[in-house]
């Protein structure tokens, strides 16, 4: 009987036409005697199967079953068991099919046989070389070198995962876990000597590298960009042991770097069709160090945004300490090192703004430093304070300074005014002096659309060119463009007054209420004229309170009469009650505890009587003389000078001056120091008999000042003021504040051996003389050595 066929009989099995026409390809392909593309076969044997469902659609069901039904009997069975090699598709064959029932009209059921056309092959699943390796060990593909071929090895870190349910998973892991404990062998125990010795050579070898690295990339910026991220991933050192001085060094060598490599222009990241098209083999160079560059100072701010806050959660012990590459937990930073490295990060911060304000992440950064301000670490809020204040002196774009006002203002009312005054005292550096609450620009443009419209369509074609030509010859200069940074400081000075007004209205009380009158009286001349009325009102109410302290109510008054210079000059307001509470606050300042405050007053009264002069009364200039003078007993010597400066000009100023020097009562009245009005005080009946205490002054500028104003102050000839004391007030008190306070003329001591100028025959007795000259040179000798 034949191997492919034949009658049905006993022990026969039924196999489809196409499983066998599969088995034979496979056979053939592993003989090597068939060499086919996978894909050619999968396609033929689909065809091959249209072909036979397109002929089976014609023909009775009966037909077809018995068409795809061959039968295999148990001899063939026995054949292909015989042989090893062709018997791969017994293996398969389902055991019960062997076991029917030899009753031909009983019929057992059909097995319905599906070739995986799609799937692959068993033998394509199987590994090309079969090597012994452990679970957590994977075959590489082999490298050939010059000794021959080498066989690579990888060892997979990651832990195999077992199928199961979770207890199965927890059991596999333990066990595994117990066998890595096993498999670790003990570290050595090693001495302190030993341990400091390591941690040297280990730190040494780091310093060598980012020394290495710094001075290459500096060399060569362009060509650095691998170097540049191997030093930005120092960073990320996680060596127990040196991780924390590493970082130290890695964040100054970076800093210096940086300063060094950024160029001064702000560098715009391309788009993504921008990244598409084509352009040359240079420019794509340096847009590919451009952007690398840009990405790794990215990551540098992070690092030290990141540095600078800190976690509050591990610090809090809230959360674990995160896990290094190699599985071991870092090792918590003390607190006091922590601290260290958050006031390195902010001053690294504040040194990129400072040096680079114009390049990326500009306000980035300064939304990182503002919090620092009002750190309750004083070294870091002096850091934060001083950088803004140099940005405030040294900005001339102006977008610095405008987002910083912004971000200071927004800090201030999410913190509910809760902010040290430092604070909001860096706003008294800002350097702004012109401002303009009409938009010139928009004028400009009205009168070019007006021109515009008389124009033809062939002019305004070229005015639009023109325009443009324009408009990319400003953005190739060098400088500002003044009216956009006038634009600029205007939005810059409208953000503080917001600040000062919203503070005024809300948070009186506050400790920044000071602040805000100082930075008032500053900014006073460039304040919006429709906020003037509402000023003037809150300072009445604050005055009639009494509740503000002298240096408050000294700053409230140079504030009304600087709106009042300028300005204001049109209001109609009586300025009568801040005459008063000045001549009223003068005598709280002395040198007991508030001598410095002085400027304030020198201030107050060159804006108030100097600057108004027509506009003040005979009996108060007398009464504010009269009070300067008794003021300056009670001042130290630059107090004094800066005070006896302001009586010298009212005394030239004003002729009527002279009664004062005179002791007899001119008039009606006594005059009443204790009286608060400077009009009804009767100051025309003083006299400055101050000046015969000023004479014996210990420093002799204040006597020469005294001697000068006895004699009426003149202004040339005999008893005129040396040139040095010919200043304005202000000037005198700033250089006289730097000096000692005895700041008097100490002549330089003799350099030749000092001579008793007296002679010997003044006495009588020779002894004597002799007795004399000795004690005297001995007590020259001792001043000497003292």
């Known amino acids: 009987m034949g191997r492919s066929g034949g009658k049905k009989g006993k022990g026969k099995l039924k196999i489809s036409a196409s499983k066998l026409s599969n088995k034979r390809i496979n056979k053939l392909a592993k003989q090597g005697k068939l060499k086919r593309d996978k894909s050619k076969q999968i396609k033929e044997k689909k065809e091959l199967e249209g072909r036979r469902g397109n002929e089976k659609q ?33 293996s398969n064959v389902d055991n019960r099919l062997l076991e029917q029932p030899s009753d031909g009209h009983k019929k057992g059921k059909k097995r319905k046989v599906l070739d995986d056309v799609e799937g692959e092959a068993e033998y394509e699943r199987l590994p090309r070389k079969q090597v012994a390796t452990d679970n957590n060990r994977k075959m590489m593909l082999p490298i050939k070198t010059k000794h021959g071929v080498v066989q690579r090895v990888l060892e997979d870190e990651d832990e195999p995962v077992a199928n199961g349910d979770g207890g199965s998973d927890e059991a596999s892991g333990s066990e595994m876990a117990d066998a890595a404990e096993e498999r670790e062998e003990p570290l050595p125990i090693l001495s302190g000597v030993e341990l400091y010795a390591q941690r040297q050579r280990k730190l040494q070898e780091r310093k060598q590298r980012i020394a290495l690295l710094s001075s290459a990339i500096i060399e060569n910026p362009n060509e650095s960009t691998k170097k540049l991220r191997e030093l930005v991933g120092m960073l990320k050192e996680t060596d127990p042991d040196v991780f924390v001085t590493v970082r130290k060094f890695t964040m100054m060598s970076l800093l210096e770097v940086f300063n060094d490599i950024i160029p001064g222009y702000y560098v715009r990241l391309p788009t993504e069709k921008e990244q598409t098209q084509k352009m040359k083999k240079e420019t794509k160079e340096i847009l590919g160090h451009e952007v ?30 995160k896990k290094n590459k190699h599985g071991s937990d870092e090792a918590p930073i003390p607190a006091a090192t922590q601290q260290k490295l958050k006031q390195l990060s902010v001053q690294c911060l504040c040194s990129l703004l400072q040096k680079h304000p114009h390049f990326n992440y500009t306000n980035n950064i300064i939304a990182v430093i503002v919090p620092f301000m009002n750190s309750n670490n004083e070294q870091i809020s002096d850091t934060a304070c001083n950088c803004v204040r140099q940005l405030f002196k040294t900005d001339k774009s102006g977008h610095v300074i405008l987002e910083i006002t912004k971000c200071v203002g927004r800090m201030i009312k999410a913190r509910d005014y809760r902010i040290q005054p430092k604070v909001l005292n860096t706003f008294l550096s800002l350097r702004i002096k012109e401002v303009s609450y009409t938009d010139p620009v928009t004028k400009e443009e009205e009168k070019k659309k007006q021109n515009s419209e008389k124009l033809s369509r062939r002019e305004r074609k070229l005015k639009k060119k023109e325009m443009f030509i324009a408009r990319d010859l400003e953005e190739t ?57 509402d000023l003037f009102a809150v300072f009445n109410k604050l005055i009639a309170t009494e509740e503000l302290s002298y240096r408050e109510s000294l700053h409230c008054v140079q504030t009304a009469f600087t709106i009042l210079s300028g300005q204001g000059s049109a209001l109609n307001i009586d ?50 003389l009269k009070r300067l003078m008794t003021l300056s007993l009670q001042q130290t010597t630059h107090g004094t000078l800066g005070l006896l400066s302001v009586i010298r000009s009212f005394i030239i100023t004003y002729s009527y001056c002279d009664v004062l020097m005179d002791n007899e009562a001119q008039g009606s009245g006594v005059y009443m120091p204790e009286l608060d009005d400077p009009e009804h005080c009767n100051a025309h009946n003083a006299m400055l008999w101050e000046l015969a205490l000023l004479r014996h002054h210990y420093d002799p500028a204040v006597r020469r000042f005294c001697t000068h104003l006895r004699n009426g102050a003149p202004t040339s000839g005999e008893g005129q003021l040396p040139v040095e004391l010919r200043k304005l007030p202000t000037q005198i008190l700033n250089e006289y504040q730097r000096l000692d306070i005895f700041n008097q003329f100490v002549p ?15 006495y009588l007795q020779q002894d004597v003389a002799e007795q004399v000259l000795q004690v005297l040179s001995a007590t020259e000798d001792f001043v000497d050595v003292t």
Not at 752 to 758: A, D, L
Request: some cysteine; overall charge positive.
């Open 477 to 533: 200069r060098a400088t500002e463009d003044k009216r956009k940074r006038l634009k600029l400081h205007t939005e810059t000075i409208q953000t503080v007054f917001l600040t000062y007004f919203r503070i005024l209205k809300k948070a009186t009380h506050s400790v920044l209420f000071p602040s805000v009158l100082e930075g008032l009286a500053k900014f006073a001349h460039m304040i919006n004229v429709d906020f003037f009325e």
């Open 575 to 624: 300025p009568v009650v801040f005459y008063k509470h000045l001549y009223k606050t003068l005598y709280h300042v002395h040198a007991g505890c508030s001598s410095d405050d002085v400027k304030i007053v020198l201030d107050c009264l060159d804006i108030m009587i100097s600057r108004r002069k027509r506009q003040v009364s005979q009996q108060r200039i007398l009464a504010f």
């Open 58 to 90: 014609f023909r009775p069901k009966k037909d077809l079953a018995q068409e795809d039904e061959i039968e295999v009997e148990e001899e063939d069975i026995q054949f292909f068991k015989s042989h090893q090699q062709r018997s791969s598709f017994v």
């Open 292 to 321: 690398a560059l840009v990405r790794f100072y990215r990551d540098y701010l992070e690092f030290l945004d990141r540095t600078a806050k800190g976690n509050k959660k591990e610090a809090s012990g809230k959360k674990k300490n």
């Open 748 to 762: 330089e001591k003799p350099k030749g051996p000092h001579k008793h100028k007296g002679r010997q025959g003044d």
